[in-house]
């Protein structure tokens, strides 16, 4: 690619001389295409692959930004870091942990299951959860975590009735030599303030894609990553596209930077990928919200005609019927959440509408099924991962009291219990356990026998865990189990989605699984007051916090601008004798957007 093939506004961010650029790049702008025109450029001017880090928001977008830089530079691509910052974290604690209390190489990560798992233990041990309830109360204990999960300061956290709980927490993940999903940005930003990473890589140069969606440990991580001498920033998104709040991204503080001119600002504003109706249409939207910089979208494409219908009464059933009916290539059925996805693919099953439910195997990583035979894996990888042993020993065979006779020995042998385990097993039993080598294929066919590991039919059916080993193992024959455990550490709703042509013609998602996106036809279900917005937000409102609402307006705003040709606003009904106080009218932002009900066009 040449400096020719961009437009006006890429060239000048393509080419700012800047080192600290801020690209706010609206909606099908092409941002990735500037951003790796601007690797290509900083390659040409002197820099080395080596130096220079891609920080993307899913796995699914660095491997894109991969093949893409792959396309345009060629073999110095391999040189160029790609990943997310979660990914830099566990590949840098799993070499250099050891710099800041944990065992070289045997690192694994906790899902939420395993992390409420050690909480629980540990909060026994302190006298704040008994017989299955925290005290004060479970309220207290989900603020404290969320603010430690947000880097607050210590003060802050001191103030909790739960302050102790996080000395014990952490001091057990050192013990186990494993973090939360959290702790790996956390890590990462331990190991820059320790100069761990200057001392250890190259890289100097970065660039940051989606940085309206960071959270405050990931500004400070990539804040003490800037502090080598030369090093430069090249940060790409849209504020009007932060809709990662309830995970901690903090869009107000990109704005504090703007508004503080600490960033050099070029803006991104054509838009390659819909239709003029839909471009004006967000426009429109987004200009409702005030409190950050938004940008007037300019539609590239000429060719106008109806691109957007505002459908009534269409609840899961009705929507069904009109996907059944339609059945159009390209289709995507955006929802607000999980739920609405469940109902929505069950009436297509009824019809025998083919789809694919993007999330819904990721999803499962989370459950007791997967967790506890993940759990086994984890400790022959890390066998001082004694959570993962708690969560897995049960489906070995292993009675309560044979479990604690375990953990004594361990503790009087300076053993961890998974070792003191596998000493008392028959040279049989050995032979049959996966070792750390082995393949996921192999994996599978362990738990299949079911010789040693037993599976809980409470837990759910076997067959579901299985099937995920197998297609792994398909797309990663060599894969160990070392490889497997990193690569579900970082799973994401999106590493579900068709590459290619192999995408099927009708696929359901959320909203925010939808980011990053685009669709010839898409339609938006729920676009009714208490779903889109939703209920928390409406309160919140009523209490005197906009800026929930903006929040909402932004999710929109992305569901919207994924549609390219078609977009269709599917209003439940506004009333419903289940439950009788059930009353949704259209959702205001129909209003803000000019779009009126099919009924009343």
């Not at 491997?63 to 396309?71: D, F, I, Q, S, T």
């Not at 022959?380 to 604690?404: C, H, K």
């Not at 010839?520 to 209920?535: H, M």
Request: aromatic share 8%; net charge negative; hydrophobic share 40%.
């Amino acid at each position: 690619m040449s400096l020719d093939e961009l437009n006006a506004e890429q060239r000048a961010a393509v080419l700012a001389p800047e080192d600290r650029v801020l690209v706010l790049a609206g909606a099908g702008s092409g941002k990735t295409r500037t951003l790796v025109e601007r690797v290509s450029r900083m390659l040409e001017n002197g820099a080395s692959g080596y130096e220079i880090v891609c920080v993307t928001f899913t796995r699914a977008a660095a491997a894109e930004m991969r093949k893409r830089l792959e396309n345009s530079i060629g073999r110095e691509a391999g040189k160029i870091t790609v990943s997310t910052f979660h990914g830099l974290g566990l590949a840098l604690l799993k070499n250099y942990g050891q710099h800041i209390g944990l065992r070289y190489g045997l690192l694994t990560v906790y899902t939420p299951l395993e992390t409420n798992t050690l909480l629980e233990h540990c909060g026994e041990m302190l006298g704040l959860f008994s017989r299955g309830k925290w005290k004060p109360g479970k309220r207290d204990l989900d603020a404290f975590m969320a603010a430690l999960e947000r880097g607050e300061s210590d003060e802050a956290l001191r103030e909790s009735p739960y302050a102790p709980l996080r000395a014990a927490f952490e001091a057990a993940c050192l013990q186990n030599n494993a973090l939360p999903y959290y702790g790996l940005v956390q890590g990462l930003a331990k190991l820059a303030e320790a100069g761990i990473v200057r001392q250890y890589t190259s890289w100097q140069h970065f660039l940051v894609d989606e940085v309206q969606d960071m959270d405050k440990m990931q500004w400070e991580a990539l804040r003490l990553m800037l502090m080598r001498k030369g090093s430069s920033l090249f940060a790409v998104g849209d504020i009007a596209q932060s809709i990662y709040s309830f995970r901690g991204a903090v869009p107000q503080y990109l704005q504090a930077l703007i508004d503080a001119g600490k960033l050099a600002v070029y803006e991104l504003r054509s838009n390659y990928r819909s239709v003029p109706a839909i471009v004006r249409m967000a426009n429109d939207l987004i200009r409702h919200n005030a409190s950050h910089r938004t940008i007037e979208m300019q539609p590239v494409a000429t060719q106008d005609f109806p691109a957007v219908v505002c459908a009534p009464g269409m609840d899961s059933a009705a929507l069904a019927d009109q996907l059944a009916r339609e059945k159009a290539a390209g289709t995507a059925v955006l929802c607000r959440n999980n739920r609405m996805l469940d109902k929505l693919s069950g009436e297509l099953a009824a019809r025998n509408t083919p789809h694919l439910r993007v999330g819904s195997r990721t999803g499962r990583l989370h459950s007791p099924l997967f967790v506890r035979a993940n759990a086994l894996l984890k400790c022959i990888v890390n066998s001082y991962d004694e959570t993962a042993f708690l969560l897995a020993y049960r489906a070995l065979g292993i009675t309560a009291q044979q479990y604690a006779d375990i953990c004594v020995t361990a503790a009087a042998e300076g053993k961890s219990s998974f070792c003191v385990y596998q000493e008392n097993l028959t040279i049989d039993e050995l032979s049959v356990m996966p070792t750390e080598d082995a393949t996921v294929a192999q994996v599978r066919d362990f738990f299949a026998g079911e010789r040693i590991y037993h599976f809980d039919p409470a837990d759910g059916d076997k067959a579901d865990y299985l099937d995920w080993l197998a297609a792994y193992a398909t797309a990663h024959p060599d894969n160990s189990i070392a490889d497997y455990l990193d690569w579900i550490a970082l799973a994401d709703a999106q590493d579900e989605m068709p590459v290619g042509d192999t995408r099927p013609d009708l696929m359901l998602m959320t909203c925010h699984a939808a980011k990053g996106l685009e669709f010839e036809r898409v339609f938006i279900a729920g676009c009714n007051e208490g779903v889109l917005p939703g209920r928390q937000a409406l309160a919140a409102e009523k209490k005197g916090h906009p800026e929930a609402m903006e929040d909402e307006r932004r999710l929109m705003y992305v569901a919207v601008t994924r549609a390219q040709q078609r977009l269709v606003l599917a209003v439940r009904p506004t009333e419903s004798p289940f439950p009788a106080s059930c009353n949704e009218p259209p959702s205001r932002f129909l209003a803000e957007m000019n779009v009126r009900l099919a009924s009343q066009q």
